[in-house]
C-alpha cells in the first residue's frame, strides 16, 4: 500500500541542473553534470547520451544507463581526433524518463587546456555547519589551482579569517562553523600553458530569523488584534510564527501562525485583564529572537460605584438593594458581597467589627433585599461587586423610616466613604501621574524661591567703600573744576576806565591781597595827618574780626557780611553791561568808612570823590570805550602809597 501511494506521488524528473565535458587527456572526454532542480520524486537511474560526428555523418548512438545517484560523472575513453563527440542526459523516476540537458560538444586535441568539471553557482548552507567548495581541475600538464576569498587571494587573508578556511589535497575549500560574516563570493582558478579556467560560488550562511516587530492594532473585550513586520529572514523563507501570551500572573500560552501571514487576533480572552505578548519566527535553520514583550490590556474595568439613590430603597424594617443598576464598567459582572452592621458597631479604632454577611455569591441582575432591620435606625452598608476585571467595594450609611413611616434625618441615605479598589496605588496611572507633576510643580517653586532671595541678597549688598586713592582723585577734581570757575569769574568782572596814578594800586583780584598789604585810600583834602588802612585776606577764616595795629590810624577792613557776598556766577545779581564792578577788594575799599568805628575819621569811597581832587587831565570814558574782552589779566602786587 505504502508503495502505490509513493508510485502515485512520483512524476517525470526536470532536466538536469548542468552538463560540462572536458577532455582530460587527449583521447578521453570526461562528463559531469548536475541533479533536476524539480526531481519530483525519486531518482532511478540517468541516460547518457552519445553521438559521434564524422563531418555531416553520423557515426554511433548510444545510450549509457547511469545508475549512481552520488557519482554524476561519466568518462569516455578512445576518441579520435578526427570527430565531434556530442553529449546529453536526463534523469528517470519510476514514472518514467525526463527532459533532457542542452547538447555539449567536444573536439579531441592533442593540446589539453586547464578546465574545472566541478560546478560553481549560488550554495545555501546552515550557520555553524561544515562547508566543502569543489574545484575538480583537469588538464595536461596539471594545471595549477588558486582560491580567492573575495577577490582576496586565500594566502593574504586576515590571520582570523584563515582559521577556520583550508584546502584539502584535491584542490577543495574548507569552511568550518560557518557564520553569518562568511558569506560572499567564492573564486576557484586554474591554469596551465594550455589555458585557464575559473568557477565562482556564491555561499548564503542562513541563520535564524531576526525579531519581528510587534504591534496591537486593536483590542474589544475578549480579542486583541495584532500586527507584525519580518525583518531579516536569515537568508532561509520564514515557515511560521509562533504568538506567546499569558495573564500578568499566569502561564505562557501559544499560539501558531503560518508563515504567510502577518496579523492576527487572540481570541477567548478574559474582559478588562492585563496580558504579556511577545512573537517568535523560525525556518529551516531554527526558531530567531523574540520580539519585545508587549503588555496589554483587553476592554473594560472593575465594576463602577452606582450612587446611592439609584441603589437602595429603604423603608422602616428592610432595605432593598437594585443590583440591576450597578454598572459593570464594560465586563459581565460575576457576583456581589453584600454585609451590614449597625452604625454603633464600632470599636474605639474606628474597624468594623459585627458586620453581618447577607450573602456571598449573589447572582447579579436581580433586587436583593436586607430584612429584620429596626425603624428608625442607622446602618452602615458594604458591597462588593465582582467582575472579570476584578472587584470593587462601596459603603454606604442609611436611616430607616420610623414606624409611622417618618425619617429621622435629612440624609436617608448617603455614601460613607469613597470607592475602595483592590487596585494598588502605584499601579493607578492618575496617582502616579498626579504625584509626579506635584513632585515637579514643588521643585520649580523651591527653585524659584531660592532665585528670588539670591537675587535679593545681591541687591541689597552694600557697595564697597572707596579706597583713599580714590578719594584724593576727587578731591583734585573738584579743586580743579573750583579754581576754573573762579578764573572764570573774576575774568569777566567789567574793570573801571583808567584812574588817576594814585588810584592804579587797587587790587583786582582776591588773591592780589597779601595779609598785613595796606593801599592809598584817597579822602577828602584836609591837613589831617595821613592815615592808612590795612586788609588781611583769610580764605579760611569765616568771621573776621576788626583789630587795631597799636595805636596807631591803621585799620582793616572787615570781611563783607555773608548777605553782601557775590552771588553766584551767572545769577540775576551779577554786574550787568554798562555798570561799574569792581573787585571784592575794591568793594571792600568802598564799604571801609561804613565797617569801621563810629569814632574813626570818615573817609568817602572813590565813586564818591570830587573831580577836582582826580586829575583833571583825564577826560573819563569817551562814547566808544567798551568793557574789554573776558581775558584773564595778569596779576598786580600793589604797595602802600601815601596820600599827598
Known sequence: MLCLIAWMLDAVPGAPGGIKVLLETSDTALLTWLPPSNPNGVIVQYNVYVRVLEGTLQMDSRTVPHYSTSQLQYQLPGLKRSQIYEFWITASTRVGEGTSTPVARLRPSEKVSAGIASFGGLRRVSWRSDVRLECRAVGVPEPQRQWLVTDTPFNRLHPSRQARLAIATDGALLLSSAQRSDQGDYTCVVSNEHGRDHIIYHLLVQVSPAAPLLLVTGSSQHSLQLQWKLGDDGGSPVRGFVIHYKLEHGEWEETHVDGTRNTFTLSNLRCGTAYHVFITSYNDVGSGAPSPTLAVRTRGGIPAIPPPGDLLIVNSTAAMLRLDAWPDSGCPMLYYVVEYMGHRGLGSSGQAKDWVVVGRNIVPGKVFSITDLHPGSQYKLRVTAHNAAGSSVANYRFTTLTAVGGTVSPSLVMMETETEQRAPLHKDV???????????????????????????????????????????????????????????????????????????????????????????????????????????????????????????????????????????????????????????????????????????????????????????????????????????????????????
Open 430 to 644: 492618575k496617582v502616579v501621574v498626579l504625584a509626579v507633576c506635584s513632585a515637579v510643580a514643588l521643585c520649580l517653586s523651591l527653585l524659584g524661591l531660592c532665585f528670588c532671595l539670591k537675587r535679593k541678597a545681591n541687591s541689597s549688598r552694600p557697595s564697597p567703600s572707596p579706597s583713599l586713592q580714590d578719594v584724593q582723585t576727587n578731591a583734585a577734581q573738584d579743586n580743579k573744576h573750583n579754581l576754573a570757575r573762579r578764573e572764570q569769574y573774576y575774568a569777566t568782572v567789567r574793570k573801571l576806565p583808567p584812574s588817576p596814578a594814585t588810584l592804579e594800586c587797587i587790587p583786582e583780584y582776591s588773591e592780589d591781597i597779601r595779609p598785613y598789604a595796606t593801599f592809598h585810600v584817597p579822602g577828602p583834602p584836609s591837613s589831617e595827618t595821613t592815615k592808612l588802612q590795612t586788609f588781611v585776606y583769610r580764605d579760611n577764616d569765616a568771621s573776621p574780626t576788626r583789630k587795631s595795629i597799636g595805636k596807631s590810624d591803621y585799620c582793616r577792613v572787615k570781611k563783607p557780611r555773608p548777605g553782601d557776598e557775590y552771588d553766584s556766577f551767572g545769577s540775576e545779581s551779577d554786574t550787568e553791561p554798562g555798570t561799574s564792578s569792581r573787585t571784592e577788594s575794591s568793594n571792600q575799599l568802598d564799604d571801609g568808612g561804613n565797617q569801621g568805628d563810629l569814632n574813626r575819621p570818615y573817609h568817602p569811597p572813590v565813586s564818591r570823590l570830587q573831580k577836582s581832587m582826580i586829575d583833571s587831565t583825564y577826560p573819563g570814558p569817551g562814547p566808544d570805550w567798551s568793557p574789554p574782552s573776558e581775558a584773564v589779566f595778569p596779576r598786580r602786587y600793589c604797595q602802600a602809597h601815601l596820600l599827598k
